[in-house]
C-alpha cells in the first residue's frame, strides 16, 4: 500500500481526548484537507503524523512501514506551521536551503533559485527575513517546505495569519504550486473556503472524531449526518429533505 | 530523504539526553560545592558552640540592640536608594527607549556603564567628589547617608532605565493617545494608562535594585560615616575582626530571608512582565520632540550631575599631585610602594588572569543553566521544579559575597578538597557572583526560540544535534557577546569575596585599591584615584564592546 496510511489513531492529553480513533489514508500526489474548528484535534492529529506528538493508541505508516519508532527529522514529512516559523537569523535562500544540507552546493543554489521562480520571488535569495511581508514569508515558508522533495507536506493553517482577500489569492496559488510538484499534502483548516478549494477530499473533524471524508462535491451532496451539515452550515437545506 | 538504521537513531536519543542531564547536573554540583555548602557550613558555625547544637549564640545576637540599628539601616538604605534609583530611571527609560536622537546607541552604551563599575571605584569616585579637596566639599557631606546613596543611585540607575525602558518601546502607544483624545492631559494620560502598562517592569527593576542596595558591600566600606552600618559590612565585621561566627551566621540567616522574600516578589513580577512582553514584538521610537522636555531635562541632569560628574572628577583629580598638575599619580602605580605587596600593574595583571578563569567558568556554566532555564516542561511538577532552581541560582546575586568569599574560607580548606593556598579560589568564587548576571543576559536569548521554530528544524530534517548547532548556538552568539562583558567586568571589580581570598602578596587590583585608601596621606589617594581611573577605563571598554556587539534590547528581567 503506497502513501500515508494513519490507523486508529487516538491521542490523550491526561484525561482529555484529543484525537478519538481516527483512520484515513493519503494517497500519493493527493491533497487530504482536515477541516474542524479549533479544538476538534485536526492539529493534534497533524503533529502525530509528523511525529511531535506521541499516539495512545494506534499508528501511523508510510508505504505500509510503521513509523512508530522514526524520530521526527527521519520521517521526510515537512510541516508548515501559521507563522511560518522561518529562521530569523537566516535570509530567504539560506532558509530555504536549511533542509538541503545534504546535497551538493551547485544542486543546492539551482534548487533554491527554481523553488523562488515557483513561488514568484525570483531574485530575494539574500533578503532579510525581518523585511518580507506576511504574503512573502508565507511564500518563503512553502519554498522551504518543499525544497527537499518531501514525501509529505504537512500544511497547519498556513494562511491563518492573513487577511481574507490575500488568503483567497494565495489558497489557490498554494494547490497549484502544491500539484506541480507532485506532493502528498495534509491541510489543515477550520476555513472551508481554503479546503474546498486546495483539497482532493477532506475530512470533516469535530471533538476528535472523524465524521466524514469525501470529496468536495460529495460532501455538499451527501453529508453523512447532522453534524457534518451542521458545520457545513447547510442543515437548513439539506435538513429539510 | 533516507532513514537510517535503528541504532543510529537511538544514538542521536541518548546523546540528546545526555546533553540535557548534564546541562542540569554539572552546573547543580558547581552550586552546591561552591555556594551552597560553604554557605550552610558558615550558617551552622552559628549553631554550635563548646556543648554541641544551641540556639544560644544567635539567640543572644537578636537580643543586641545593634543587630536592629543594623537591619534598620540596611532597609533604609535599600528603600530609599531604590525609590530614588526607580523615580529617576522612569524619564530616562522613555527618553533612551521612546525616543530616537542622533548618538542615542552611545548614550545607552554610557548609561549601561556606571552598573558594572567596581565598588571600590565608585566609592573613591564619591570621595573626591564630597571630601574636602573635592568640589562638592562645601556642602559638608563627607562620608554621610546622602553619599551613600547617591553611589547607590549611580549604580542602579542603569537597571531601571533597562529594564523599564525595553517594555516601554514595547507598549503600544495607540492606548494612551485613546486616553489623550478622551481630553486626558499628558501626565494623566501618563499616571491613568502608560504607568500601570509599566507595572510589571518597575517591579522587577526595583526589586532587583532593592537587592543589589541591601547587599551593597565595596560603598558602604569606603564611604560609610562611623557607627553606620549594614548587614553586609557587619558580617564581614564581625567574622574579621571580632571572629564572632554565631554572629555572622545569624546575620547571614537575615539576610537570605531579604533576599528570598525580594525574589518571591521579583519572581511574580517578572513572570508577569514576560507575559506582557508578548503583546508587541517591534519597537516604537519616535524623533524627540520638544514636548518631551521634561523628562530630557531630568535625564539630563542625572546623566551629567551624577553619573559623568564623578567619573570627570575622578580623572580630573588624579592628574593632580602634591607637586601640581602632572601624570605623577600614574608614574606611581609601576612602583610597589612602601608597605604594599605589589605595584599597581601587577596587581592588574592579576586581576585580568583570575578575571578571564571566573569569566570562562560563569559563561560555560550560564550557558548550560540558562538552556535549562528557558525549557518549558509540560507537567506542573517540572515547571515548579523549574522555578525553584531559576530562584536557586539567583541566590548568589543578593547573599553577601562575603559570606561566600569566608564560606569558602571554612569549607574548602581541607580534603576532600583542600584549595586553601590554591588561588583558584578567587575565579571560583567571582563566577559565583557573576553566573545570575550571565543567566538573566542569555535566558531572554533562548527563550526567543519558540518550540515552533525547532519543529519546524526538525521536520526539515534536523536532528537534535544539528537544531542545536543550526538553530540554538547561532541565536545564542548574539546573547554571548553581553554576557561575556557582564562575567568579565563584575570579576574584574569583585571585591567582597575576593577580599577575603586574595594573597597578601597577589591582590587583585579592587583589594590593592582598598588597602590604598585604607593608609593614611594624599599620596595613596592620589594613587587610588589613578588605579581607579585604570580599572575603570578597562571595565568600561569591556561593557561598550559587548553593549556594541549585543543586541541591543536585552532587558533585566
Known sequence: MRGLQV???????????????????????????????????????????????????????????????TPVHERGFVVMFQDGQLFPHLN??????????????????????????????????????????????????????????????????????????????????????????????????????????????IAVMADGKLLQLAAPLELLLRPADRAVSRFLGQEEAIGSS | ???????????????????????????????????????????????????????????????????????????????????????????????????????????KALVAIPFVLPSVVVGVAFRALINEQGPLGFLGLGDSFVSIIAALVFFNYSVVVRTVGVLWSRLDPRASDAARSLGATRFKAFITITLPGLAPAIAAAAAL??????????????????????VETEIYYQTTQLLNLPAAAALSIVQLVIVTATLIVSNIARSRNETALKLRSDENTQPLRVADWFPTTITALVGFGLLAAPMANLVWRSLHTRSGFGLGNYAALAVVSPGMAASVWQAILNSLMTATMAMGIAVLLGIQVSYLLSRRPKTKSGRRALNLLDSVFMLPLGVSAVTIGFGFLITLNRPPLDLRTSWVLIPLAQAMVALPLVVRTLLPTWRAISPRMREAAASLGSSPAGILTRIDLPYLSRGIGLAIGFAFATSLGEFGATSFLARPDRPTLPVLIFRLISRPGAENFGMAMAACVVLAALTGVIMALAEWIGPKTTGWV
Open chain 1, 7 to 69: 490507523a486508529n489513531a487516538t491521542i490523550r492529553y491526561g484525561e482529555l481526548v484529543a484525537v478519538d480513533d481516527v483512520s484515513f489514508t493519503v494517497a500519493p500526489g493527493e491533497i487530504v484537507a482536515l477541516l474542524g474548528k479549533s479544538g476538534s484535534g485536526k492539529t493534534s492529529l497533524l503533529r502525530a503524523v509528523a511525529g511531535l506528538e506521541p499516539l495512545a493508541d494506534g499508528q501511523v505508516c508510510w508505504d505500509g512501514q510503521d513509523l512508530k519508532t
Open chain 1, 92 to 201: 530567504v535562500a539560506k532558509n530555504i536551503s536549511y533542509g538541503l544540507s545534504k546535497w551538493p552546493k551547485p544542486q543546492r543554489q539551482q534548487r533554491v533559485s527554481e523553488l523562488l521562480e515557483l513561488v514568484k520571488l525570483n531574485g530575494h535569495e539574500q533578503r532579510k527575513i525581518t523585511e518580507l511581508s506576511g504574503g512573502q514569508a508565507q511564500r518563503v515558508a512553502l519554498a522551504r517546505s518543499l525544497a527537499p522533495k518531501p514525501k509529505l507536506l504537512l500544511l497547519d493553517e498556513p494562511l491563518s495569519a492573513l487577511d481574507r482577500k490575500l488568503r483567497e489569492h494565495l489558497v489557490a496559488e498554494l494547490g497549484t504550486i502544491i500539484r506541480a510538484t507532485h506532493t502528498s499534502a495534509i491541510y489543515v483548516t477550520h476555513d472551508q473556503y481554503e479546503a474546498f478549494t486546495i483539497a482532493d477530499r
Open chain 2, 1 to 107: 530523504m533516507t532513514s537510517a538504521s535503528a541504532p543510529g537513531r537511538m544514538a542521536a536519543k541518548v546523546s540528546l539526553r545526555t546533553w540535557s542531564v548534564a546541562a542540569g547536573v554539572i552546573p547543580i554540583v558547581f552550586l552546591a560545592t561552591f555556594f551552597i555548602w560553604p554557605m550552610l557550613t558558615l550558617v551552622g558555625r552559628g549553631f554550635v558552640n563548646a556543648e554541641g547544637f544551641t540556639l544560644a549564640e544567635v539567640s543572644s545576637v537578636f537580643e543586641s540592640a545593634r543587630t536592629w540599628r543594623i537591619l534598620g539601616q540596611t532597609l533604609l538604605q535599600a528603600s530609599v536608594g531604590t525609590v530614588v534609583a526607580v523615580l529617576a530611571g522612569i524619564p530616562g527609560a522613555f527618553v533612551l527607549y521612546c525616543r530616537s536622537f542622533p548618538g542615542r546607541n552611545l548614550v
Open chain 2, 209 to 230: 535594585t532593592f537587592l543589589f542596595c541591601a547587599s551593597a558591600f565595596g560603598i558602604i566600606l569606603i564611604l560609610a560615616p562611623a557607627n553606620y552600618g549594614t
